[in-house]
């Protein structure tokens, strides 16, 4: 009987010896922006949600988390809610909790050049050195975006980026958690949540991943208030995990196990196109085309945002030319830096993506104002240092050239046709074709709301497509043929080669719209579904016929980095943005 009972001794022994560890990650996004604009709600968030689940925490230090949150909310805290920063620092040096801050608002980052996300990412770090907070080198972004132009745009600031199951699942079969993500001459870490699980020397889990919200509210369907239920089914899922002898690691602890098991190699990922959590819904359309409250105007709302960026690049190139100049510019410098806090909250997610409310369509637009008010300090006080009735300046924003002209000739481009074929889905269109050199026309399309409200503009490909992933604008990569389902790209410089001779640089300052290639239609197609109460849509796009290299460079002077003429009239200050050729 002994004997017995050593053997099943022995057994529990040995099995709880070499059982696998177990390791549990949680991440809770806390999005201060959820209904941008609604101030009452962003204060029901910290109150309803944040702090109970900060307390939850300060009483269970066994369960270790991760907590991101964009840079304006920090500041918020600082600014309203000192207790939550003060509960949130805690348990942050205690270890309990990593910090992933990256954006200063939560911007929907892949529609626009890394400069912007990288200026974002400045603001935050200045906000929590001011408020003695560290944040991790786990990147993270709203809406679980990504895109592998973040190798580019992250470089020396951030060590992993970390998505959900998609956009991989969408687009890909099984993957490794920890791989690779090459982009042009830059790599990066990523850690892929459809990653395999089980792996040969330990298991992970998620024991939290969504909307910190959701957490202990229903979100919308209980107004952001704390529900009893959903709380202690969240708890009871830590619990469990628990049970079963999970350990609660952070996520770069989990990253750092992983680096360290011999039995492990970290793979190159392959290429998969920007996308976003619940690729279903279409991806980077979902944000740029798609029409589903009834009141977005996508197009025009992204565009607002892109022309804005172009107007404070302008004038902090001119701030800095008059500082060459001798002049005292430290108060126009800080006003920039309003003008760019103002932008970045221009390009928040949830003004045109999923179901936006009205006031969150708006919320860009009241930004957009925001910044255009201080800009306008800027340039009056930029008159009187440097503009003259007389004179032209003729900006470049990348290199920060300043050209003062005398007299400026307008360029008068000639009518011509269309070099190539396109098609239009529309009730009724007119296209305008501008002959600007040999190889290279501008080519406006104006198009009406049909019935149904969905316009399209589509561009035949041939079976190879390239273009720049978003926040990767200095690299041209060949989209993947063996995608599972047709990928959506934000073309956030604007370039797309069609695979054959001819490229089409699309004006992110006129419609800023996603592009989806059909493959099997070999078509390349913007889609725009307008609301009735905007019955009308325009885009801009130059047709560069020669090599793609060409057409890449001119795409980022056109968009990225363009050039302005800066003209004194009346002293009111005008722009335009002019055509980069020779430039």
Same mark, same amino acid.
């Given at each position: 009987?002994?004997?017995?009972?050593?053997?099943?001794?022995?057994?529990?022994?040995?099995?709880?010896?070499?059982?696998?560890?177990?390791?549990?990650?949680?991440?809770?996004?806390?999005?201060?922006?959820?209904?941008?604009?609604?101030?009452?709600?962003?204060?029901?968030?910290?109150?309803?949600?944040?702090?109970?689940?900060?307390?939850?925490?300060?009483?269970?230090?066994?369960?270790?988390?991760?907590?991101?949150?964009?840079?304006?909310?920090?500041?918020?805290?600082?600014?309203?809610?000192?207790?939550?920063?003060?509960?949130?620092?805690?348990?942050?040096?205690?270890?309990?909790?990593?910090?992933?801050?990256?954006?200063?608002?939560?911007?929907?980052?892949?529609?626009?050049?890394?400069?912007?996300?990288?200026?974002?990412?400045?603001?935050?770090?200045?906000?929590?050195?001011?408020?003695?907070?560290?944040?991790?080198?786990?990147?993270?972004?709203?809406?679980?975006?990504?895109?592998?132009?973040?190798?580019?745009?992250?470089?020396?600031?951030?060590?992993?980026?970390?998505?959900?199951?998609?956009?991989?699942?969408?687009?890909?079969?099984?993957?490794?958690?920890?791989?690779?993500?090459?982009?042009?001459?830059?790599?990066?870490?990523?850690?892929?949540?459809?990653?395999?699980?089980?792996?040969?020397?330990?298991?992970?889990?998620?024991?939290?991943?969504?909307?910190?919200?959701?957490?202990?509210?229903?979100?919308?369907?209980?107004?952001?208030?704390?529900?009893?239920?959903?709380?202690?089914?969240?708890?009871?899922?830590?619990?469990?995990?628990?049970?079963?002898?999970?350990?609660?690691?952070?996520?770069?602890?989990?990253?750092?196990?992983?680096?360290?098991?011999?039995?492990?190699?970290?793979?190159?990922?392959?290429?998969?196109?920007?996308?976003?959590?619940?690729?279903?819904?279409?991806?980077?359309?979902?944000?740029?085309?798609?029409?589903?409250?009834?009141?977005?105007?996508?197009?025009?709302?992204?565009?607002?945002?892109?022309?804005?960026?172009?107007?404070?690049?302008?004038?902090?190139?001119?701030?800095?030319?008059?500082?060459?100049?001798?002049?005292?510019?430290?108060?126009?410098?800080?006003?920039?830096?309003?003008?760019?806090?103002?932008?970045?909250?221009?390009?928040?997610?949830?003004?045109?993506?999923?179901?936006?409310?009205?006031?969150?369509?708006?919320?860009?637009?009241?930004?957009?104002?925001?910044?255009?008010?201080?800009?306008?300090?800027?340039?009056? *006080? @930029? /008159? %009187?240092?440097?503009? $003259?009735?007389?004179?032209? !300046?003729? #900006?470049?924003?990348?290199?920060?050239?300043?050209?003062?002209?005398?007299?400026?000739?307008?360029?008068?481009?000639?009518?011509?046709?269309?070099?190539?074929?396109?098609?239009?889905?529309?009730?009724?269109?007119?296209?305008?074709?501008?002959?600007?050199?040999?190889?290279?026309?501008?080519?406006?399309?104006?198009?009406?709301?049909?019935?149904?409200?969905?316009?399209?503009?589509?561009?035949?490909?041939?079976?190879?497509?390239?273009?720049?992933?978003?926040?990767?604008?200095?690299?041209?990569?060949?989209?993947?043929?063996?995608?599972?389902?047709?990928?959506?790209?934000?073309?956030?410089?604007?370039?797309?080669?069609?695979?054959?001779?001819?490229?089409?640089?699309?004006?992110?300052?006129?419609?800023?719209?996603?592009?989806?290639?059909?493959?099997?239609?070999?078509?390349?197609?913007?889609?725009? *579904? @307008? /609301? %009735?109460?905007?019955? $009308?849509?325009?885009?801009? !796009?130059? #047709?560069?016929?020669?090599?793609?290299?060409?057409?890449?460079?001119?795409?980022?002077?056109?968009?990225?980095?363009?050039?302005?003429?800066?003209?004194?009239?009346?002293?009111?200050?005008?722009?335009?943005?002019?055509?980069?050729?020779?430039?």
């Amino acid at each position: 009987m002994i004997k017995k009972y050593l053997v099943f001794f022995l057994l529990i022994l040995s099995s709880s010896l070499f059982a696998k560890p177990k390791y549990a990650i949680g991440l809770f996004h806390y999005n201060f922006q959820y209904v941008a604009g609604d101030y009452r709600i962003e204060s029901r968030i910290v109150k309803e949600s944040l702090f109970p689940a900060l307390q939850f925490f300060e009483k269970h230090p066994q369960y270790k988390v991760d907590f991101e949150f964009q840079g304006y909310a920090i500041e918020t805290m600082a600014q309203e809610y000192p207790e939550v920063l003060e509960l949130l620092r805690k348990l942050i040096e205690r270890g309990q909790i990593e910090l992933v801050i990256a954006h200063y608002s939560d911007q929907f980052f892949i529609a626009y050049p890394a400069l912007d996300l990288q200026k974002s990412i400045e603001l935050s770090d200045e906000i929590l050195e001011k408020n003695n907070l560290r944040r991790s080198r786990v990147f993270f972004g709203q809406e679980i975006q990504y895109s592998p132009g973040l190798a580019y745009a992250l470089k020396g600031k951030y060590d992993v980026v970390v998505t959900s199951s998609d956009p991989h699942s969408y687009y890909r079969d099984r993957t490794m958690p920890l791989v690779n993500v090459n982009y042009g001459d830059n790599s990066i870490l990523g850690l892929i949540g459809a990653g395999d699980k089980n792996l040969k020397n330990f298991e992970w889990a998620w024991s939290f991943l969504d909307d910190g919200e959701v957490f202990n509210t229903l979100d919308y369907n209980s107004d952001f208030y704390r529900v009893p239920e959903q709380e202690k089914k969240s708890i009871d899922h830590f619990k469990k995990l628990e049970e079963e002898g999970f350990e609660f690691v952070t996520m770069s602890e989990l990253v750092e196990i992983i680096k360290n098991d011999s039995d492990y190699e970290i793979i190159d990922y392959p290429f998969i196109p920007e996308g976003t959590w619940n690729m279903n819904v279409c991806g980077p359309f979902m944000w740029m085309g798609r029409q589903r409250s009834g009141v977005e105007t996508d197009g025009i709302t992204r565009a607002l945002s892109y022309e804005l960026r172009g107007e404070i690049l302008v004038a902090e190139k001119l701030i800095e030319y008059a500082k060459s100049l001798g002049n005292e510019v430290i108060k126009l410098f800080e006003l920039l830096k309003e003008a760019w806090e103002h932008l970045l909250l221009s390009e928040v997610s949830d003004s045109s993506g999923w179901t936006p409310w009205l006031v969150e369509v708006q919320y860009t637009e009241n930004e957009v104002a925001n910044a255009r008010m201080i800009l306008d300090k800027i340039f009056k *006080e @930029l /008159n %009187k240092i440097l503009l $003259s009735n007389d004179k032209y !300046f003729e #900006v470049n924003t990348k290199t920060g050239k300043v050209n003062i002209i005398d007299e400026y000739e307008k360029n008068n481009y000639s009518d011509d046709y269309l070099p190539i074929p396109i098609f239009i889905r529309a009730k009724d269109f007119n296209v305008e074709v501008k002959k600007i050199s040999e190889n290279t026309h501008k080519v406006n399309i104006f198009c009406t709301r049909p019935d149904d409200g969905a316009v399209e503009i589509a561009f035949e490909t041939s079976d190879k497509i390239y273009y720049s992933a978003g926040t990767g604008e200095e690299t041209i990569a060949e989209v993947p043929t063996d995608l599972k389902h047709d990928p959506a790209m934000t073309l956030s410089n604007g370039f797309l080669n069609l695979g054959n001779e001819y490229s089409i640089i699309k004006d992110c300052s006129v419609e800023h719209l996603a592009v989806t290639w059909r493959q099997n239609e070999k078509r390349a197609v913007f889609r725009e *579904e @307008l /609301n %009735k109460n905007n019955p $009308s849509m325009k885009m801009t !796009f130059y #047709v560069v016929k020669g090599d793609k290299e060409y057409a890449h460079k001119l795409a980022n002077k056109i968009n990225t980095w363009p050039v302005f003429k800066i003209a004194n009239v009346n002293n009111q200050i005008t722009f335009e943005k002019i055509f980069p050729l020779n430039k």
